[in-house]
């Protein structure tokens, strides 16, 4: 269902939102088990607001909620004893779709992780915006543009990326950084194919590693790092590590060495 919801949106460049969860409680054989209600991100609350503009200025993007409301809804159904999902789609909206649509939808969650992990990297925005855009505003495109519906990354904006920047630019606290959304990361990094090997803190070392079995280990290589590999580097790289050296215990500074072929080095602490 969740695949079929993801379909729809891409398609028709919407957002459907959950609004409503609700299970079925009744002490005899309930009809159903749970249900589930969701609605289109445009959807007003229908109430006016009393707040008084206090200047002109208006906003280069308008709100992105409709007064009057979106007629758009669907409504799920689970039911015990069985897998099978029903629900019931009202799949017309009270406002225009696709192409017209996309700057009213969100930047994806694996979007907004990519220009975080660059913009930790010091990549350049202008090189992040290029990057999370694509090649959609060359003119080698036109023809695969004008063939399919947009997609929500390539109306990002140097605003969007400055204002991730500005949420990104505090030190994460690593106290929030839970089993559940690591594994989560390590994932996202394998489907993108920059993940280079992980062991988790509670995953068994490799034979004859040396490596105690609490040992959390990560490496990734992004697209953006292979690229510069194979522009300065190629031949040879250094990894060097201390232990200690920042203020989170048991964490380490690492630094890599990279020679290009005419034989000066650059370096990167991560």
Not at 57 to 69: E, N
Not at 151 to 180: C, G, L, W, Y
Request: glycine share 6%; aromatic share 8%; net charge positive.
């Amino acid at each position: 269902m969740q695949e079929w919801i993801r379909t729809e949106e891409k398609t028709k460049t919407i957002e459907l939102h959950r609004k409503e969860h609700r299970r079925n409680r009744a002490k005899q054989s309930p009809a159903w088990s749970s249900k589930h209600i969701y609605v289109c991100s445009r959807q007003g609350s229908r109430s006016i607001s009393k707040y008084t503009k206090k200047t002109a200025r208006g906003r280069k993007i308008p709100s992105k909620r409709i007064l009057t409301g979106c007629q758009c809804r669907l409504t799920v159904k689970t039911y015990p004893g069985t897998d099978t999902v029903l629900g019931r789609y009202t799949h017309e909206h009270s406002h225009p779709t696709g192409d017209a649509n996309a700057r009213f939808v969100r930047i994806p969650a694996e979007t907004r992780l990519r220009i975080a992990e660059l913009l930790r990297m010091g990549v350049d925005r202008a090189r992040v915006l290029q990057e999370v855009r694509g090649n959609v505003h060359t003119e080698d495109n036109l023809k695969d543009l004008r063939s399919r519906p947009s997609a929500r990354n390539e109306f990002i904006t140097a605003a969007d990326i400055r204002q991730i920047e500005v949420r990104t630019s505090m030190p994460p606290s690593f106290k929030t950084i839970t089993h559940k959304s690591t594994r989560e990361w390590v994932e996202n990094l394998r489907d993108r194919g920059e993940l280079l090997g992980f062991k988790g803190s509670s995953d068994a070392p490799p034979t004859n590693s040396s490596l105690a079995a609490d040992t959390f280990a990560l490496c990734v290589q992004t697209k953006y790092q292979r690229e510069c590999w194979n522009k300065w580097g190629g031949k040879f790289a250094g990894l060097d590590a201390t232990h200690n050296t920042t203020h989170y215990k048991g964490m380490s500074l690492f630094t890599v060495m990279v020679r290009d072929k005419w034989g000066h080095g650059m370096f990167f602490i991560e």
